[in-house]
């Protein structure tokens, strides 16, 4: 991984003689601020002197590099970086890892497909990870294959690329991870994908992690079936607003008052309306915000006794969702 100090020599003649100097002072503090200056020239020129910065000697110099090649989406940048993912320093492994993540062109993202397989789990899971939103149509084999990695951080990237694909061919497996991986955040990870599919086969699923021993997959299934909409889910989701987790209550009532409130809203009145004394503001206001898009004058009571709530934003809920239902009462009147 390192190489001496003279390798600097091979760019004599591209770099101004202050710059070489530095680069090739034994002190590895100069050589990394030389680097940074450098780079903060942005000289498309100089690129190879940071790719040859990622072998240096020193681990501080090499993380420098790492960090200032996350700019470049040419093949050599992205080469060192995956170079850098196996460095005998976890600095520097982390920073090229973060810097693969700002790729922003599928192409660049080519050389690092074969890192899917590779032996170490850390370089797998930064690889999938860097793929991730470059939505490049060739990772959806390998990305498919890792659904069945022995390394959940592995499986949990693996579903974040497909997610992004969007690959219903993928469909089925997510589901199997969101109902029985044995971590719960490849559940929830599993439970958000699903959140693109276009039917109804994915619901089991989302309903068995609506009661997941994991609070953090339910509320992740209770925000991911009011993305759907499925009104067959209304009764668990209903369910929900007394769970003992408020963020898996707010995520349910938003569910409900956003999705799913002409279809069958009204049945979730009264958990929505007891939720208008829970401690948490927020749920308070979501709880109010659903009640008003739902409708119902059933809800009017607890509404106006909520009218002198101590949080500013729950009351300004409260009078919305009652401008809502009289509006919805003189629409049906009329």
Request: charged content about 25%; some cysteine.
């Given at each position: 991984?390192?190489?001496?100090?003279?390798?600097?020599?091979?760019?004599?003649?591209?770099?101004?003689?202050?710059?070489?100097?530095?680069?090739?002072?034994?002190?590895?503090?100069?050589?990394?601020?030389?680097?940074?200056?450098?780079?903060?020239?942005?000289?498309?020129?100089?690129?190879?002197?940071?790719?040859?910065?990622?072998?240096?000697?020193?681990?501080?110099?090499?993380?420098e590099a790492a960090e200032r090649?996350?700019?470049?989406?040419?093949?050599?940048?992205?080469?060192?970086?995956?170079?850098?993912?196996?460095?005998?320093?976890?600095?520097?492994?982390?920073?090229?890892?973060?810097?693969?993540?700002?790729?922003?062109?599928?192409?660049?993202?080519?050389?690092?497909?074969?890192?899917?397989?590779?032996?170490?789990?850390?370089?797998?899971?930064?690889?999938?990870?860097?793929?991730?939103?470059?939505?490049?149509?060739?990772?959806?084999?390998?990305?498919?294959?890792?659904?069945?990695?022995?390394?959940?951080?592995?499986?949990?990237?693996?579903?974040?690329?497909?997610?992004?694909?969007?690959?219903?061919?993928?469909?089925?497996?997510?589901?199997?991870?969101?109902?029985?991986?044995?971590?719960?955040?490849?559940?929830?990870?599993?439970?958000?994908?699903?959140?693109?599919?276009?039917?109804?086969?994915?619901?089991?699923?989302?309903?068995?992690?609506?009661?997941?021993?994991?609070?953090?997959?339910?509320?992740?299934?209770?925000?991911?079936?009011?993305?759907?909409?499925?009104?067959?889910?209304?009764?668990?989701?209903?369910?929900?607003?007394d769970d003992a987790y408020w963020?898996?209550?707010?995520?349910?009532?938003?569910?409900?008052?956003?999705s799913l409130a002409r279809s069958?809203?009204?049945?979730?009145?009264?958990?929505?309306?007891?939720?208008?004394?829970?401690?948490?503001?927020?749920?308070?206001?979501?709880?109010?915000?659903?009640?008003?898009?739902?409708?119902?004058?059933?809800?009017?009571?607890?509404?106006?006794?909520?009218?002198?709530?101590?949080?500013?934003?729950?009351?300004?809920?409260?009078?919305?969702?009652?401008?809502?239902?009289?509006?919805?009462?003189?629409?049906?009147?009329?």
């Amino acid at each position: 991984m390192t190489q001496a100090l003279s390798s600097y020599h091979d760019f004599a003649d591209l770099l101004p003689p202050a710059h070489l100097v530095r680069l090739l002072d034994s002190d590895a503090g100069v050589r990394r601020i030389a680097l940074a200056d450098l780079a903060d020239e942005e000289d498309p020129e100089h690129l190879p002197v940071l790719v040859a910065a990622a072998s240096d000697a020193d681990p501080q110099v090499r993380q420098e590099a790492a960090e200032r090649l996350a700019t470049w989406e040419e093949p050599a940048a992205v080469g060192a970086l995956a170079r850098l993912l196996t460095d005998q320093d976890t600095a520097v492994r982390g920073a090229a890892a973060q810097s693969l993540t700002a790729l922003k062109t599928p192409q660049a993202g080519q050389p690092l497909l074969a890192l899917t397989e590779h032996p170490d789990a850390f370089v797998r899971t930064a690889a999938l990870r860097a793929l991730r939103e470059l939505r490049l149509a060739d990772a959806l084999v390998p990305a498919q294959a890792r659904l069945a990695d022995t390394d959940a951080q592995v499986r949990r990237e693996a579903v974040g690329v497909l997610g992004w694909l969007r690959a219903p061919q993928a469909l089925e497996a997510i589901a199997r991870l969101a109902s029985e991986d044995a971590d719960a955040e490849v559940r929830r990870a599993a439970t958000g994908a699903l959140g693109y599919a276009t039917d109804a086969s994915v619901q089991p699923a989302l309903l068995q992690a609506l009661r997941d021993e994991a609070w953090q997959v339910r509320e992740e299934a209770a925000a991911t079936l009011g993305k759907l909409r499925f009104a067959e889910s209304a009764p668990e989701l209903i369910f929900a607003l007394d769970d003992a987790y408020w963020q898996v209550s707010l995520r349910a009532a938003r569910a409900l008052g956003r999705s799913l409130a002409r279809s069958c809203g009204k049945d979730a009145v009264p958990a929505l309306a007891a939720l208008l004394v829970r401690p948490v503001a927020n749920l308070r206001k979501e709880a109010a915000l659903a009640l008003g898009e739902i409708g119902s004058k059933a809800a009017v009571p607890a509404l106006l006794a909520a009218e002198q709530d101590g949080d500013p934003e729950v009351r300004k809920s409260v009078r919305l969702a009652l401008t809502q239902i009289a509006a919805f009462a003189l629409e049906r009147a009329s």
